[in-house]
C-alpha cells in the first residue's frame, strides 16, 4: 500500500511538473466556459432552471470535453514509460503491476476531479451578475457530480488500458478516442435499432441516457454497478496485460 | 571464493521470443564477493539473460535463482535484493535528482532516518554533491550513469545488475565509474554487460562469454588468455565468438 502512495504522488506531481495538466485544464475550462456562456445567455432569456444542470451534465460541450480530456490525461501513462524505458526500472522495484496500475489511474482520476472543481462555482457566478435563478435543487446537481465521476473512472479506465498497448502516446489517444466515440454512437442504437433486445442493451450502456438520468436527479443503482464494474474489469484486464508482459 | 553463497544461479535457462531464440540453454553461478562480467557480440543474449535476472522478463524454461529465490515465483523477494541499471539508464526527466533517488529510496522500503542516511551515502560514494538539486534532463551521460548507479545502491542490495554501465561514457568518466564498481563488490555480487574489452579484463573476477545465446567460456580473464593460442584477452574473446558455440571448459561450464 505504501508503495501505491509513493507511485500515485509521482503521477500527480508528473501531471502538474510538465505541462499537461495546464494544457488539459485549459482546454477543459475553455469548452465549459463556452458551455457557460450559452447557458448564461439562455437562462437570461427566460429559459427553465432545469436547464443549469441538463446543460452542466449533458450538452454536447460536456461530451466533446469528456472524450478529449480522457485521452490527453492517460495517453502517457505507459506509453511513455514505455517510449523512455523507464517501465524497465519500475518494474524491476519491488512494487505490484496491481499497485503500478491503480496508482496511474488514481494520478488520472484525481486530476480529472479536480478539473471539475471550478465547474462548482458556476451557479454561484450566475447569481453575482445578476442572472436571475429560482432556488438551485442541490439534488440533480450532486447526482450529476456522481454521475461525473463514475463515467469518468469508466473513461479513463479505457484509456488508461489504451496507453498499454503503444508506445506512441499518438496512438494510444487515437485509439482511446477512437473506443470512446464507438461507445458514445452506441447511445443512438435506444433511438434506430429494431430489436428489442439491442435496444435494452444500449439502454443499458448508453453514457448520454445514464447522464440524462443523474442530471435529473435519478441515481439508478444498476447504472452505478455497471460503471464500478466496468472500470474494475478495464483495471484488472490492464493489471493482466501488464504482467503477461513478462513472458512475451 | 569457492566456498562463497551462490548469490546467482542460472540452471539451463531458455528464452525464446516470436522470431528468434536469446538464450538456448545457459548455465552458470555467480557468489557473493564476485565481480563478474558478461561478454559477447551484439544479439548474444547478454541484455536477455540480466533482464531475467531483475526480473523483467520470464524464462521461457530453465530455473533461474537470485538471492535463492526464484525470479519466476518469487519475483518481489527478487527485487528486494537486487539493484538494476538498464542499458541506457532511463529515468524521469522531470525531476531532481535528490527528488528521484527520494521516491526510488521510498518504493524499495526506505523510511526516514535510513533513507536520509543512504541518500547522503550514495550522493557521496556516486560523486552526485554538486548535481543533487539539477533536474535530471539537463544531466550528462555521465552524470545520468552516476544517478542510476547511486539507485542501484540505496537500499544495499546483495546483488547488482548492471547493463552496459560503461556504455557512451568519456575516459574520465570511465574511470570515475570503474572505481565506483570496483569497490562495490564487497559482501555482494555484480553481474554487468559490456563491449569494453579492457575494463572487463581489468574489473572482473570472472567474465561470462556469450555467443548466439550459449555460453561460449566462464573463467578469469588471465585464465583466458593462458588457455588460448597467443595474444592477448581480446584475442580469446574474438575466437570464442567467431567460433561455432560451444563450451569451451566442460569443468567451469557451471561457473564452477
Known sequence: MSAFFQLWGREMASYFRTSIAYVVGTFFLAIAGVSFWILATHLAQGAAEGDLVANLFGSPGYWLAMLIVTPLLTMRLFAEERRMGTLEMLLTAPVTETSVVLAKFAGAYATFLLLWVPTLAFAAVLRRVGVHLPPLDWGPVAAGYLGTALVGAFFLAAGLLCSLLTRHQAVAAMVCLAALGLLLSGSLLPFYAHAESIRQVARGISAPLHMMDFAAGIVDTRTVVWYLSATVLLLFVSIRILEARRLR | ?256
Not at chain 2, 132 to 153: E, M
Request: aromatic share 4%; proline share 5%.
Open chain 2, 1 to 256: 571464493m569457492a566456498d562463497a553463497e551462490r548469490l546467482i544461479e542460472v540452471d539451463n535457462l531458455v528464452r525464446r521470443f516470436p522470431r528468434r531464440e536469446a538464450l538456448a540453454g545457459l548455465s552458470f553461478q555467480i557468489r557473493r564477493g564476485e565481480i563478474a562480467g558478461i561478454l559477447g557480440p551484439n544479439g548474444s543474449g547478454k541484455t536477455t539473460t540480466l533482464r531475467i535476472l531483475a526480473t523483467f522478463l520470464s524464462p521461457t524454461s530453465g530455473r533461474v535463482r537470485v538471492a535463492g529465490f526464484d525470479t519466476t515465483t518469487h519475483s518481489l523477494d527478487v527485487r528486494r535484493r537486487i539493484g538494476y541499471l538498464p542499458e541506457n539508464v532511463p529515468l524521469y526527466p522531470e525531476m531532481r535528482v535528490n527528488e528521484f533517488l527520494a521516491f526510488r529510496g521510498r518504493i524499495k522500503g526506505l523510511r526516514g532516518a535510513r533513507l536520509a542516511a543512504r541518500l547522503r551515502d550514495v550522493v557521496d560514494q556516486c560523486g552526485l554533491g554538486d548535481s543533487s538539486r539539477r533536474v535530471i534532463g539537463t544531466l550528462s551521460r555521465g552524470y545520468r550513469q552516476r544517478v542510476g548507479l547511486a539507485d542501484c545502491l540505496l537500499h544495499e542490495p546483495e546483488v547488482l545488475l548492471l547493463d552496459e554501465p560503461l556504455a557512451g561514457l568519456d575516459p574520465a568518466q570511465v574511470r570515475i565509474v570503474r572505481d565506483l564498481l570496483q569497490g562495490l563488490g564487497t559482501g555482494r555480487c555484480v553481474l554487468f554487460s559490456t563491449h569494453v574489452l579492457a575494463e572487463a579484463e581489468q574489473l572482473c573476477h570472472r567474465v561470462l562469454i556469450l555467443n548466439e545465446g550459449r555460453l561460449a567460456a566462464a573463467d578469469a580473464p588471465a585464465q583466458l588468455v593462458q588457455s588460448g593460442e597467443g595474444g592477448g584477452f581480446e584475442a580469446a574473446f574474438l575466437r570464442l565468438t567467431t567460433l561455432p558455440p560451444k563450451v569451451r571448459n566442460p569443468k567451469k561450464r557451471n561457473g564452477g
